[in-house]
Structures are given as structure tokens and as C-alpha cells.
């Protein structure tokens, strides 16, 4: 049986994780209408103009949000796909401290084993986000926390693989390149993996603004993949603020 999100669940974790941000812009602009009502009114349109640049971007990256996580259909699922796994294979997850996928994936591949890993690390991902998201929700059964360059799994044992807006938490580079020779490693010849991720790119600027930043681009994720000698073998764009990269075990990323 589909497991059913609740409607707003998504934006609203985004909102509940992050409110302090979402306080200060609400605290700015109820300031600047109090200027308002005590200020000249040459100065008003400034003040006004001020306030856009305040609730634009919140509105708009919300907005974005609401449409990615809410009503692009992405965590039904559907894409991804049955193939390349045995009746009773291997699907492993891996998150960084916050997972929705896991019950999801448990869902779509009932008859399967499901591996959950999780390389959360209160020293390097000091975001509160992700504490408080860990605080909300509960761990998936059975998981296990790993480092990323080192997974408790043998070789040649996954048939899939899903890393879903995960990996950029992985911020030094060597490390990346570490925990997808790791992934490589652990990929049966005929598995894939599933890398989902925002991109450094237009769409993600207009949406997020600076934000932005905390995303790759596109040809450093295409250089990782390449220096851990794994194949890309398609990319989905899911919406445009999303891609979605398939990766095979053997061959290098062109």
C-alpha cells in the first residue's frame, strides 16, 4: 500500500526546520510598515522597495519548494524503476541525518532487503535544520550510522542504491570522491545508483537565491563521478530545479 504524504508536508518541513529564518524576514517587515507609518512620504517607495526584496525571495523559493516537494509527484516514486534488481535484491539508502525515503522505498520494493545508512555527523553537519529534522522524525528501523567513506556492506551487493538529496552534505571534495568509490564498490555489475540533487545552476538561483550556493553544479558532480570511475548513464530532470543522475558500475562519466 502507498504510503501517503500529508498535503504541505514538504514546504512545511522546510518552514519548521528553518523558522528562525522565516521569523526574522516576518520581524523586518512588520518593522519596516511601522517605518512607514512614521516616515516621510518621499521615503516610502524605498521602504516599500526594501520590503520586496524581503518577501520575493521567500515567496518564491516557498513557492518553488511547495511545487518540488508537494506536487511534482517526486516522492510517489515512479521514477524509479524495477529494473536491473532481482525478485529478493539488495536496495540500499543512504541519507544525512533527515529521511523520508526509507519507508518509501520499503513500499516500492516490498520483497527486498533494505539497507539504511545514515552518515550524520553532529561535528561536520552543524546545520540546525538537520537537528531539528532529526528531532522530528524518527529513524528508519534498523539503521545504521556509517561514515561516508566507509559502508558496512560487501562487495558487489546492491542492486540499487538511492542518495537523495544527500550527498552535497558531503562538503569536502576528496570525501565525496571517497564515498562514491565507496558506492562503486558495493554496486553489484548490474545495479544502479540514484543520485537526486538540486544543481548550482539558473532554475535553483531564481528559486533560492544565494541559497544556491549550498548546491554543486553540474560538471563538479560529473567530475566526481568520473574520478570514481562510474558511468553515467542518464540524467532525469524531475522538475527543472531537479536532477536526478543514474550511475552504472563500470565505464567513466564522458
Do not use: C
Not at 550524520?120 to 537537528?131: N, Q, R
Not at 546492491?158 to 565525496?176: C, G, L, T, Y
Not at 535553483?204 to 548513464?233: D, M, P, R, T, V
Request: proline fraction near 4%; hydrophobic fraction near 45%; aromatic fraction near 16%.
Amino acid at each position: 500500500m502507498e504510503k501517503m504524504r500529508k498535503p504541505f508536508q514538504g514546504v512545511w518541513n522546510i518552514v519548521r526546520f528553518n523558522w528562525h529564518f522565516y521569523v526574522l524576514s516576518l520581524g523586518l517587515l512588520f518593522i519596516l510598515i511601522l517605518l512607514s507609518n512614521y516616515t516621510n512620504l518621499t521615503f516610502r517607495p524605498y521602504l516599500f522597495i526594501v520590503g520586496l526584496l524581503i518577501f520575493l525571495p521567500t515567496f518564491i523559493s516557498l513557492s518553488v519548494s511547495y511545487y518540488v516537494y508537494d506536487l511534482s509527484g517526486l516522492y510517489k516514486l515512479n521514477w524509479i524503476t524495477k529494473t536491473n534488481i532481482t525478485e529478493k535484491g539488495t536496495v540500499i539508502n543512504i541519507n544525512a541525518g533527515f529521511d523520508e525515503i526509507s519507508i518509501l522505498l520499503k513500499d516500492k520494493f516490498p520483497n527486498s532487503e533494505l539497507l539504511v545508512f545514515d552518515f550524520y555527523d553532529p561535528k561536520k553537519h552543524t546545520e540546525v535544520s538537520i537537528k531539528r529534522a532529526r528531532k522530528a522524525y524518527a529513524l528508519f528501523p534498523n539503521t545504521k550510522s556509517v561514515t561516508a567513506n566507509k559502508l558496512p556492506t560487501l562487495d558487489n551487493s546492491a542492486d540499487k542504491i538511492s542518495v537523495i538529496f544527500a550527498a552535497h552534505e558531503i562538503r569536502n571534495e576528496q570525501e565525496r570522491i571517497k564515498f562514491f568509490k565507496e558506492l562503486k564498490r558495493i554496486l553489484k555489475p548490474t545495479g544502479e545508483i540514484l543520485i537526486t540533487e538540486h544543481l548550482r545552476d539558473v532554475p535553483n538561483f531564481l528559486a533560492y537565491n544565494i541559497g544556491f550556493l549550498h548546491f554543486y553544479s553540474k560538471q563538479n558532480w560529473l567530475q566526481i563521478f568520473q574520478l570514481a570511475e562510474l558511468n553515467l548513464k542518464s540524467e532525469q530532470k524531475f522538475t527543472p530545479f531537479i536532477s536526478t543522475f543514474t550511475l552504472t558500475k563500470y565505464g567513466v562519466a564522458s
